[in-house]
């Protein structure tokens, strides 16, 4: 498995841009898919994108395309996620998570974004 930490949350205002980042320890990470999921307060986790262990396939949620880009770093180990345009809806918790098979098992702590109006 892969030990991985969410960076580059913040408060910003809406229009604003963030990326956050999500640092993977551990080897053959270029083995997992990663998504990126939001859990806004009092509602449930959700998957916003995902990308596939070479980069080469991504997905994005209606809500977020467009906006947000996903991409990674195989050789620093590193997934990035872009977010341009930000909204106040876009203010949750953020986790990345990797998975081999058909799960998601490896889980960041997460990283708060705050989108002011």
């Known amino acids: 498995q892969v030990q991985l930490v969410e960076s580059g949350g913040g408060l910003v205002q809406a229009g604003g841009s963030l990326r956050l980042s999500c640092a993977a320890s551990?080897?053959?990470?270029?083995?997992?898919?990663v998504g990126w999921f939001r859990q806004a307060p009092g509602k449930e986790r959700k998957l916003i994108t995902t990308i596939s262990g070479s980069g080469g396939s991504t997905y994005y949620a209606d809500s977020v395309k467009g906006r947000f880009t996903i991409s990674r770093d195989n050789a620093k180990n590193l997934v990035y996620l872009q977010m341009n345009s930000l909204k106040p809806e876009d203010t949750a918790v953020y986790y990345c998570?990797?998975?081999?098979?058909?799960?998601?098992?490896?889980w960041g702590q997460g990283t708060q974004v705050t989108v002011s109006s």
């Open positions: 551990g080897r053959a990470f270029s083995g997992y898919a």
């Open positions: 998570a990797a998975r081999k098979g058909s799960v998601y098992d490896c």
